[in-house]
Nanobody, 129 residues
């Protein structure tokens, strides 16, 4: 079972990036997917999630209106389009998968986060001028 996140990089404030998360080894369409991030010296936080069939998505207040999550179950891939990136968006970004949608959505507790089925390895996003 594997999740791979990629697409991070260095971008200037106001710029855009698209992250991808690909899955293998499990039935992707059975799992809800979330994006998390961890900035230096801070706790990991959930920022967005999408339901297994793609019908519902949620965002944290910190990214709402700037980030958009989507998924293509035929490609076992979830995307996170990040626009108008700011310095405070600098972090390692992770994708995660679970059958219980609250675990992968914003405002998930640290305890529940620890119970998530699958995690990707993280991709670094650096916003700097």
């Amino acid at each position: 079972f594997q999740l791979q996140a990629f697409g991070g990089g260095l971008v200037q404030p106001g710029g855009s990036l698209r992250l991808s998360c690909t899955a293998s080894g499990f039935t992707f369409g059975d799992y809800h997917i979330g994006w998390f991030r961890q900035a230096p010296g801070k706790e990991r936080e959930g920022i967005s999630c999408v339901a297994n069939k793609g019908g519902s998505s949620y965002y944290s207040d910190s990214v709402k209106g700037r980030f958009a999550i989507s998924r293509d179950n035929a490609k076992s891939t979830v995307y996170l389009q990040m626009n108008d990136l700011q310095l405070e968006d600098t972090a390692v970004y992770y994708c995660a998968a679970d059958r219980f949608i609250p675990f992968v959505c914003p405002r998930v507790s640290n305890r529940s986060m620890g119970a998530i089925d699958f995690w990707g390895q993280g991709t670094l996003v650096t916003v700097s001028s």
